[in-house]
Every structure is written in structure tokens, then in C-alpha cells.
């Protein structure tokens, strides 16, 4: 079953973060009960991969003015059918980045559910997006198509350019793994 390794990671992550059970809930049950959850068109909702990308010194987080969404975010996007969604993180980051990219851990990082608004022919849905922490060893990115803008943010600034909860729940996160 090609949803069984992300099954596995996930409670993996719930043995992490038990206070984060509800939201695990939610991904078993698409994985569970959608077979095409790997696409982004099923309209349940769709697994998204998405990087924590972190400069060599850790101090930054590249982030994207994202084209659609208008706001600042992660980098990250559509699985298209890969179930391996650390594979779906690196390549979106550097597909959106231009830069080589390194996973820092192979355990999920963070994992968020999130509305994605209707657009042309897309009716709204969800993106039940699986974070990992990457690591780049250049800083000199590309602006893809996909984003308005590019932007190395220091960590001690992020909630200068969001106050969106799931990007500072990571920051929480980065924060207590890394002891800073």
C-alpha cells in the first residue's frame, strides 16, 4: 500500500507530539479512506509536502511570497502522486528555491491541515501538508514562477512577516529541537 509509510511516519510524529492528535485523526482518515489523496485532484483533500529551509548557520528561514495565497509561507507544494512526501518536500523546495537542498532529519517536522480557497475551476479544499527540516548550503535562491518574492528571514524576525499560527508553531518547534 503505497500510504503506508507515511501511516507509519505519522505515528511516529503523534508519539512526538500526542497534543496533536486530532490533526494526525485527520490524516489517517484520508489516507485511509482516499486512494487518490497523493493527487491534487481529490477534492477530500490532497498531501502536500512543504521544507523548513534553514540557511547553513540555521539562523534564516527561506520563505515565499506565494503568487496565489498572496502570503508569506514555507516553501512547498503538490505531491502529484509521490507518496513519499520528504521526497515531495525536497524537490518543491528546490524547484521554488533554485538552491541544492539537504533534509536535516527524515522525521516529520510539523504537520499542518489547511483550507485552500476555490480558484478557476478548483473548488475549495484542504492541503494536509507534511513539513520536513531541510537545510541549503548556498544562499543565493531564484524567484520561481510560483512565488512574488523570496525572502531569507532571520529567525528572531519571523513574526515580522507572518503571524500565521502553523509557520510559529514550527518556529516553537525549531526552537525547543535545536535549544535555542
Known amino acids: 500500500m503505497h500510504r503506508r509509510k507515511l501511516l507509519q511516519a ?19 482518515e484520508l489516507l485511509n479512506n482516499h486512494s487518490t489523496c497523493f493527487e491534487r485532484d481529490c477534492w477530500a483533500g490532497h498531501i502536500t509536502g512543504s521544507a523548513w ?7 534564516s528561514l527561506l520563505m515565499t511570497h506565494h503568487r496565489k495565497l498572496n502570503m508569506w509561507l ?3 507544494g503538490h505531491s502529484d502522486g509521490d ?13 521554488e528555491s533554485g538552491l541544492p537542498v539537504a533534509l536535516l532529519s527524515e522525521e516529520i517536522f510539523d504537520i499542518d491541515v489547511h483550507a485552500i480557497p476555490a480558484r478557476k475551476d478548483d473548488p475549495a479544499h484542504y492541503h494536509f501538508d507534511v513539513r520536513y527540516q531541510l537545510q541549503t548550503q548556498g544562499d ?10 523570496l525572502a531569507w528571514v532571520p529567525l528572531v524576525t519571523l513574526r515580522n512577516y507572518t503571524e500565521e499560527e502553523s509557520i510559529l508553531r514550527m518556529y516553537r518547534k525549531w526552537q525547543a529541537l535545536s535549544g535555542d
Open 10 to 28: 505519522l505515528q511516529g510524529y503523534l508519539n512526538r507530539y500526542p497534543e496533536e492528535q486530532a490533526t494526525v485523526e485527520r490524516f489517517n
Open 53 to 59: 529551509l534553514l540557511n547553513p548557520n540555521h539562523s
Open 140 to 149: 543565493d535562491f531564484v524567484v520561481s514562477s510560483e512565488s512574488i518574492d
Open 74 to 76: 514555507q516553501l512547498g
Open 83 to 95: 507518496p513519499d512526501t520528504a521526497r515531495v518536500a525536497l524537490r518543491e523546495a528546490e524547484e
